[in-house]
C-alpha cells in the first residue's frame, strides 16, 4: 500500500497555499524562476533543486506529496534555494525567511484534525492574551497583534 497524505493533511496544505498566494509579500515565489525573463541567466547553473508555490501547489494537487514533511522540506529549500543564489542580505532572502517562518509557527499549530487544530489555536491565543495582560498599560502591545495575519 502506497503512503498518501490524509484528507486532512491536504487540506491543511492546500490551506497553507492559499494564504501564501494571499500575501503580497510571496509575489516573487508564485511562480517559477525563468532565467530570461527574471534576468537570472545563470540561476540554473547554481540552483539544481528549484521550488516555488506554484510547484508546491502542483505536487499536492499531482499527489506527489506523502507526508507534511515534504512539503516542509520544499518551504526550506525555497529559502535555501534563495540564499544560496541572492546572498543572505537579499531582500528576497529576508522574504523567504519570513514565508518559512510563518509556515513554521502555522506548524506548530497544526493537528491530527480540524478539531485539534482550532484548540491549539485557541490555546496560543490565550497563552498571548495573558502575555498582553501582565504587561503595564504603557507596554501593551496592540490587540491586533494578538490574531494572526489570516
Known sequence: ?????????????SRVLVDLFKWPLTQQFRQPVDPVR???ENYFDIIKNPVDLSTMKKK???????TIQQFTDD????YENSLQYNGNSSYFTYIAADIE???LNRLKLKGNNAEEEWKNRVFEIIEKL?????LNPAERMPLSAVADHE
Open 1 to 13: 500500500m502506497s503512503e498518501k497524505l490524509s484528507d486532512y493533511d491536504k487540506s491543511w496544505i
Open 38 to 40: 527574471d534576468g537570472v
Open 60 to 66: 499536492l494537487n499531482e499527489g506527489t506529496y506523502k
Open 75 to 78: 518551504i526550506h529549500l525555497m
Open 101 to 103: 517562518k510563518w509556515y
Open 130 to 134: 495573558n502575555e498582553h495582560r501582565k
